[in-house]
């Protein structure tokens, strides 16, 4: 029990993710309204974008930008000064798909919303099965 | 990395996503959901990914709530759940 405990508190923030990603997920799968299914898309891929990004963290180290001096250029870098700048690079990536996305699904939820005049997911499948 | 910091703003996160999809209220969830991405924008600068924190301010905090808003207002503001 006690070494369970001391997981959770030392791993806290991989914890919350997690807890996040849930709460995404049920947002997209137990929601009926088709914009809350979509912020429930949302926050699950921000969470996931959240854990790659918290993979590049180090401790005491700064942020990745070499400072222009005539010293530092002829100097090695040292890797363990600086936080790991590819998850960032990555998931830069992942957050303009993320609103690529969200844009296509918002229009779709839009041309649903004038064909069937509601957004309810229910009503919505209740008018397709009755011609 | 200030783990105090960390933690308080993580947990105003999952607040935010818990009441973005509880509220009944379309309009209410655009809202609470752009609060969620400004708070995701503030823990990637706590992170050391400034790249990343204004992209999302911009990106996320701004035009994913445009859109949704927009969305919105060609629709309706009722939701059952």
Excluded at chain 2, 69 to 77: E, G, L, Q, S
Aim: proline fraction near 2%; charge should be neutral.
């Amino acid at each position: 029990m006690e070494e369970i405990l001391g997981l959770v508190i030392a791993r806290y923030n991989y914890w919350i993710y997690i807890t996040l990603m849930m709460v995404g997920l049920y947002g997209m799968i137990a929601k009926n309204n088709l914009v809350k299914k979509i912020v429930g898309m949302n926050i699950f891929q921000t969470a996931i974008i959240l854990f790659y990004v918290s993979i590049g963290v180090k401790k005491g180290a700064t942020i990745p930008i070499i400072e222009h001096s005539h010293d530092v250029a002829h100097q090695a870098v040292r890797a363990a000064d600086y936080i790991n700048p590819l998850p960032h690079v990555l998931m830069l990536t992942a957050i303009v798909v993320s609103v690529a996305t969200l844009g296509v699904a918002l229009a779709v939820a839009v041309t649903v919303y004038q064909r069937h005049q509601t957004l309810e997911e229910d009503e919505i499948l209740k008018q397709i099965r009755e011609p | 990395m200030i783990w105090q910091l960390d933690l308080l703003i993580l947990t105003l996160v999952v607040l935010c996503g818990i009441g973005a999809l509880m509220i009944r209220d379309l309009l209410g969830a655009a809202i609470l959901f752009g609060a969620y991405s400004f708070m995701m924008c503030l823990l990637w600068a706590i992170m050391g990914a400034v790249d990343v924190a204004f992209t999302e301010a911009s990106v996320g905090a701004g035009v994913s709530t445009v859109f949704f808003i927009a969305a919105v207002y060609h629709t309706t503001r009722r939701t059952k759940d």
